[in-house]
RNA sequence: GGCCCCAUCGUCUAGCGGCUAGGACGUAGCCCUCUCAAGGCUAAAACACGGGUUCGAUUCCCGUUGGGGCUACCA
């Protein structure tokens, strides 16, 4: 046996809590949860909150409830803790302060006293003039003795990392080798004059002293990697390992925003996806199963097949049309659906006052083939129990033909003679209009439909008849059953 | 301006020098059917452009174009 000299796999989220979470940043999150448990390593959660005038603690609580509802879990994190805390950034400032001192004291970062005013000035003049401008490290070779005086009279100051010359490589897990020259890199500020970490320093010790293993993140930070390999340097701390992950689009080629609807985990949610609709289908957002046929893949098939290092380089565009398609096929076979239908009749009052459960499994019986979330049932019963005359006076093709109307008359009959409607009584009663007015096929049932429900189209006879009998049973505000409907039509147009 | 990243059907993608360029969503048609859906079948639909390298480029290299990011005392 070769013993595994690698090292444990240990990945990290880090969320800002400005807002909700987008599923963009979803993304991210999910392909570096799979990656950290498809190697049994540890996924940890921080908070980075070094934005005091954007952040929220109410944000912070949502991402928490978004992430478990969507069916990730983490190990170490602000609300579960762990041997590496604190995990919330704006807790960790005594860290970043400590360790500046100490790459001040080893000389591999300086004081800096240029104003932000003047340097902004210089960097504005050689834009205007087309010209390259960095820092150009005027302040490296202040004298101890220089520095002590100046701080000693107040005067703010930066600390910056002194860039070495040379090369900076990195292997990134999605991109391959890549490199840059320090020629083109300021000094970066560490410390601000007000005391705080910026953010490219206090990733970089967060994830050093974290042991991360492995840094998956979006590729609007990978200019950015290279000073943080920097920084890992000069903190002799050993490179993790990259993985820079495309954005995610929406329609219009543009960063995916509010503009584009919705965008936010809380809403996908809301309207009616199942959690296990949206993983499968934000990870078909760059990465695809391969093969022929179907690109559904649960959650459990997902953490097996998945491929961080085969996904694709380029941004992708979010299909809300794409995503619908995913979820009505978990919508069929999840043994939530029921649940959830519940709530969302619940929530608009469409509950009977008896025989809930039974209502419930009719409804999604009946109606669950012709959504893409369950956010739109309510609305579609609603459609299909209403019976309105009104409704039906346009129905002239029925209206206007004796052969159609007469049936209908026999229909209303035969429903005359009994309490209720069972579909097999119906299937009897079909049976027997179709010898005795020779009708068949449309002719038959088309006028059938209307008379029940003064409407052209809807779900099937034999699924719709048992529920709009069960809601009048049932006593379900304002539904009629079947034999008042016919009646009241043929009262009306017979 | 400089540096970096990206580029296959409308969209998500497979492809890792030789394929009739495959699949999924969507679209169209057909079937099923009382209707609308759903479902089944079929079809249309792509290698951004120009140079190389090679016997041979979607694939490798270089440009161009077009997107995107970084170049902050924002993350």
Redesign the pocket.
């Known amino acids: 046996m070769v013993s595994d000299t690698r090292p444990p796999v240990r990945v990290r989220y ?1 969320p ?1 809590p ?1 807002g909700l979470l987008h599923v963009g940043n979803l993304r991210t999150g999910l392909f570096a949860w799979l990656f950290a448990r498809q190697h049994d390593g540890v996924f940890i959660l921080r908070i ?4 005091r ?2 952040s929220e603690r109410r944000f912070e609580d949502h991402i928490f409830r978004d992430l478990k509802w969507f069916g990730m879990d983490w190990d170490e994190g602000p609300d579960v803790g762990g041997p590496f805390g604190p995990y919330r ?1 704006s807790e960790r400032q005594d860290v970043y302060a400590r360790h500046a001192e100490a790459l001040l004291e080893a000389g591999r970062a300086y004081r ?5 005013e003047e ?2 000035r210089q ?1 504005a003049e ?2 205007r003039v ?6 150009p490290g005027s302040c490296r070779s202040l004298t101890r003795d220089e520095v002590v005086r100046r701080s000693s009279t107040g005067e ?3 600390i910056r990392l002194e860039v070495r010359e040379g090369e900076v490589r990195f292997d990134d897990m999605v ?2 080798e ?4 320090t020629d ?1 890199i ?1 000094d ?2 560490l410390m ?3 005391g ?5 320093y ?2 970089v010790v967060d994830d050093a002293l974290m042991s991360v293993s492995h840094v998956i993140r979006g ?6 990697t290279p ?1 943080q390999v920097l920084i890992y340097e000069a903190l002799g701390k050993p490179v993790p390992r990259f993985a ?1 992950l ?2 995610v ?1 929406g ?1 219009d ?3 995916l925003s509010k503009r584009h609807g919705a965008t936010s985990v809380a809403e996908f949610r809301e309207a009616g996806y199942l959690p296990e609709a949206l993983m499968n289908y934000i990870a ?5 199963p ?7 893949v649960p959650p459990e098939r997902l953490l097996a097949e998945f491929r961080l290092d ?10 809300t ?6 979820n ?2 978990y919508l ?1 076979s999840s043994h939530r659906t029921a649940g959830l239908v519940r709530e969302a009749l619940e929530g608009a009052g469409q509950i009977p006052p008896s025989g809930a459960d039974d209502w419930v499994s009719l409804v999604v019986e009946t109606l669950i ?3 893409d979330t369950i956010r739109e049932i309510p609305a579609l019963l609603d459609t299909v129990l209403a019976f309105s005359l009104d409704d039906a006076s346009g129905e002239s093709e029925v209206i206007d033909d004796e052969g159609a109307m007469d049936l209908i008359r026999r229909f209303g009959q035969e429903l005359a003679a009994r309490e209720r409607l069972g579909f097999d009584d119906f299937r009897g009663i079909v049976s027997e209009l179709k010898s005795v007015t020779g009708r068949k ?2 002719d ?3 006028p ?2 209307v008379a029940l429900t003064a ?10 008849i048992p529920l709009v009998e069960t809601a009048a049973a049932l006593g379900v505000p304002g539904v009629d059953g079947c034999r008042e409907r016919v009646a009241a039509f043929v009262a009306r147009h017979g």
Do not use: M
């Open positions: 880090a800002s400005t980075e909150d070094t934005d005038e954007r950034q800096c006293f240029c104003t932000e340097l902004t960097a050689a834009k087309g010209a390259f401008w960095k820092y703010p100051s930066v991109h391959g890549t490199r840059f020259s083109v300021s970066p500020i601000r004059s007000d705080g970490a910026t953010y490219n206090a990733v590729d609007d930070h990978l200019s950015n000073k820079h495309s954005t689009l329609p080629q543009a960063r078909l957002l760059g990465w695809s391969g093969g022929e046929g179907s690109e559904v085969r996904v694709n380089k380029n941004p992708a565009v979010f299909d049309g794409k995503l619908n398609y995913i009505r096929q069929r083939g012709g959504v096929g449309r038959l049932f088309h059938l439909r409407r052209s189209s809807g779900p099937e006879l034999d699924k719709l």
